[in-house]
């Protein structure tokens, strides 16, 4: 299988808790914590080992939470390279409150890297990346990193000839240029992206391939929530329902998905069936608590019924959007 390496700019140790209420001023008596790595890459790494794929996590460390972020790591079996930077790595905190089933997500911005830093974490990558088939570029950058640093890693490991596939958000988003394979924009992203409201199915696919016709990427899977996801390319589109399951946490749904696509892509599968693949994952992973990982075996039931169109769509019975797989 071809080798897939995953880029975490800003990595966290994510902390999931429960409580009754969330009341302002009062002390807040939580339960027991759960703690893992996370930052988008991460996550990648750690879904995909799940899938049965090995990935190389890497990521910069900094700090008594970095260490726990590696041994956490370890433990779960993923490989990891880390470079140690003299800031702390952040955490976040998710508290789930159990008398209303609201979920609260508080996320720190992370260290602040010096431009020395930078620098030697894109020679790690450079240095990871160089046997690597697919390079996943998922999460936010920390303070101090340039909002075109991920194009940067676009450029390099572009020269190595690995695909790249990007999830983020924001500028880091904005400023990609070329070089990238696939990008996985939601569509509020698309929307500040393209400068357009996108509201109708038509307008969505048109956003999207002006990313390709600009030569940004290639692929483009838009995330639409709850209305599923949209697979365009320069000559096919295709529509993809999400799968109606009970929602007991979203974190971590986007970087299932990512898992998913590029598990199936490394297989060889079709875009299609990579899409498919990867919306199965994403809603394995919101039947999980806090930041468990998804299961297989939800994984690969989902993906069956989605292929044989058994599985119970949120589209079932609405409006879903007319969208045709074309070669145009």
């Known amino acids: 299988m071809p080798g897939i390496v995953t880029v975490t700019m800003n990595p966290a140790l994510d902390i999931t808790t429960s409580t009754s209420m969330v009341v302002p001023t009062s002390k807040v008596r939580c339960g027991e914590p759960r703690r893992d790595p996370g930052g988008g890459g991460l ?15 890497v990521f910069p460390s900094g700090g008594h939470i970095g260490r726990a972020i590696e041994d ?18 952040r955490e976040s905190l998710t ?53 075109d640093f991920y194009q940067h890693v676009a450029d390099v490991v ?23 394979f696939l990008v996985k924009p939601s569509i509020r992203e698309l929307r500040e992206w393209t400068g357009r409201k996108l509201q109708v199915v038509d307008d969505q696919v048109a956003g999207a391939r002006e990313l390709i016709v600009r030569g940004v990427c290639a692929v483009v899977v838009l995330s639409l929530g709850a209305e599923g996801a949209l697979l365009v390319t320069r000559h ?34 079709s875009l299609s069936d990579s ?4 919306v199965s994952a994403g809603a394995a992973m919101l039947q999980t ?20 169109g058994s599985a119970p769509t949120r589209s079932s019975g609405s409006s879903a959007p007319a969208v045709r797989r074309a070669d145009r």
């Not at 490989?79 to 930077?85: D, K």
């Not at 608590?289 to 044989?308: H, I, M, N, Q």
Request: charged share 20%; hydrophobic share 40%; proline share 5%.
């Open 95 to 147: 508290i789930n409150e159990t008398e209303t089933g609201l979920q609260y997500r508080f996320v720190l911005p992370g260290p602040r890297m010096t431009s020395m830093e930078q620098a030697a974490f894109l020679d790690l990558v450079t240095e990871a990346a160089s046997e690597a088939s697919y390079v996943v570029v998922s999460g936010s950058l920390p303070p101090g990193v340039p909002d």
């Open 289 to 308: 608590p806090g930041t468990a990982l998804c299961r297989l075996e939800d994984v690969k039931r989902f993906y069956s019924e989605l292929t044989d």
């Open 158 to 180: 572009g020269e190595l000839g690995a695909r790249v596939v990007v999830d983020t958000s924001g500028p880091a988003l904005r400023q990609l240029r070329g070089g990238v």
């Open 236 to 269: 096919q589109e295709e529509y993809f329902p999400s799968i109606d399951v009970p929602v007991v946490s979203g974190v971590g749904a986007g970087d299932s998905m990512v898992a998913g696509m590029v598990y199936g892509l490394a297989h060889r599968w």
């Open 43 to 57: 996550n990648v790494a750690r879904v995909l080992r799940v899938l049965g794929a090995s990935a190389t996590a």
């Open 275 to 278: 899409v498919r693949y990867g």
């Open 72 to 89: 956490l790591v370890a433990t779960e079996g993923v490989a990891m390279r880390s470079l140690t930077i003299r800031g702390s790595t």
